[in-house]
């Protein structure tokens, strides 16, 4: 991300949300009612139409699928911590991510949303715009992961250790060096309680190192002029062990193949959805 802009990704992710959501409900998999408040409205237009005739997709090969069934694949696993009495949330690298605002359930918790001070203005001052006043169970968390602590930030505006949380890390890992990713998760095992949970979705080292992959040199290109660089990967089929070693269990992992069965079907049975990229979910140990 370049230095005090908004992050250009987090516009991009919610681009892909809003043209979904503008589908008929039984053609779309994922649906985010506020997502066009984030994007412009010729950015809109121009991608829509971009999409609707196929060059999306040989620029990105599956991207858009694998965006929109991530989306509703953490939606359903958030449902799914509420109804096993959930007491917090952490929205990591939030973006312009609007579970906060639209899953049912979710304002009898504490949301914390935690990103770049930058990018957070921005999303507040759009969602003014759709939701007034901001809701109480929301409280934002800005933080310059250069200069500051998120321990320090999210104690300092009442994060709980004793709750039990979710920490939602969407869209981060990629960008994160490896102590980045070290440090978030050393966080979670000492300052959350035993049974509280972690989802989030990360790509295999091998697919960032193949640039025989046109969709690859893609990514790398537009890397370059978002200035958010492609940093971390997992080897696949190593993430249990990855997070075995850091004090994890319960681990699920997503393949784009189980996404695919999952959400791909009826009318989206024709999409093609990314590969070299997964989800994974996991809970802190139980002591």
């Known amino acids: 991300m370049k230095k005090g802009k908004p992050s250009k990704t987090a516009e991009g992710i919610a681009l892909i949300r809003a043209i979904e959501a503008s589908k008929p409900e039984a053609q779309r998999i994922s649906y985010d009612p506020f997502a066009r408040s984030f994007v412009h409205p010729l950015s809109y237009f121009i991608s829509k139409w971009i999409v609707s005739t ?16 991530r989306e509703r694949y953490i939606d359903d696993y958030l449902i799914h911590c509420l109804k096993e009495g959930l007491e917090q949330i952490v929205i990591l690298g939030a973006g312009y991510d609007t579970r906060a605002y639209r899953i049912k359930g979710i304002e009898k918790t504490k949301v914390f949303e935690v990103d770049h001070p930058a990018t957070q203005m921005m999303k507040r001052k759009k969602l003014r715009k759709v939701i007034h006043p901001l809701p109480d169970h929301v409280t934002f968390v800005p933080v310059d992961f250069d200069t500051q602590i998120l321990a320090e930030q999210l104690f300092r505006n009442g994060y709980q250790k004793e709750s039990k949380t979710l920490f939602i890390w969407q869209g981060v890992t990629v960008y994160l060096k490896p102590e980045g990713i070290e440090n978030t998760l050393s966080f979670m095992t000492k300052h959350a309680p035993p049974g509280s949970a972690v989802i989030f979705d990360y790509y295999y080292k091998e697919t960032l190192e193949d640039t025989n992959r046109t969709d690859v040199r893609n990514m790398h290109r537009t890397a370059k002029i978002t200035g958010e660089n492609y940093l971390f990967g997992v080897e696949e089929g190593k993430i249990e062990l990855f997070l075995k070693d850091r004090g994890f269990e319960n681990i699920q992992n997503a393949s784009s193949y189980e996404l695919k069965q999952r959400y791909l079907t009826g009318a989206n049975s024709h999409r093609t959805i990314a590969q070299g990229l997964a989800i994974v979910s996991a809970n802190t140990i139980s002591k």
């Open 54 to 69: 196929g060059l999306y997709e040989k620029i990105g090969k599956g991207a858009f699928a694998f965006i929109t069934a």
